[in-house]
């Protein structure tokens, strides 16, 4: 198990810029990918962006691609999310989120065909117009 601690959300007006970090701690990171979700009131959770422990290959959605960047740090067990232009749409709970991610199986595979099994406990980030 990988226990998750998001901080960094908070309120900034469109066109602003919010830096989230997550903390991991647990299991031999390097076996995972991690990940950022978002999920807005009264709409489902969406994938954000993914990164592996033990490579830079990343991944965006498409409507942050651009925008958001994901980036870790080995040396602290943190995963950020750099969040660039944010507009009311960003506004959103955000969750960290670990999925079991071993050295040569693609990034991509891990995220769509891999289960997510741990998870934070969110971070609000609210966009005002």
């Known amino acids: 198990q990988v226990q998750l601690v998001e901080s960094g959300g908070g309120v900034v007006q469109t066109g602003g810029s919010l830096r989230l970090s997550c903390a991991a701690s647990?299991?031999?990171?390097?076996?995972?990918?991690m990940g950022w979700f978002r999920q807005a009131p009264g709409k489902e959770r969406e994938f954000v962006a993914g990164?592996?422990?033990?490579?830079?290959?990343?991944y965006y959605a498409d409507f942050v691609k651009g925008r958001f960047t994901i980036s870790r740090d080995n040396a602290k067990n943190a995963v950020y999310l750099q969040m660039n232009r944010l507009n009311p749409e960003d506004t959103a709970g955000y969750y960290c989120?670990?999925?079991?991610?071993?050295?040569?199986?693609?990034?991509?595979?891990?995220?769509?065909?891999?289960?997510?099994?741990?998870w934070g406990q969110g971070t609000q980030v609210t966009v005002s117009s």
């Open positions: 989120a670990a999925v079991v991610c071993p050295q040569f199986t693609s990034l991509s595979y891990c995220l769509t065909a891999r289960t997510w099994t741990d």
């Open positions: 647990g299991r031999t990171l390097s076996n995972y990918a």
């Open positions: 990164i592996k422990w033990s490579a830079d290959n990343t």
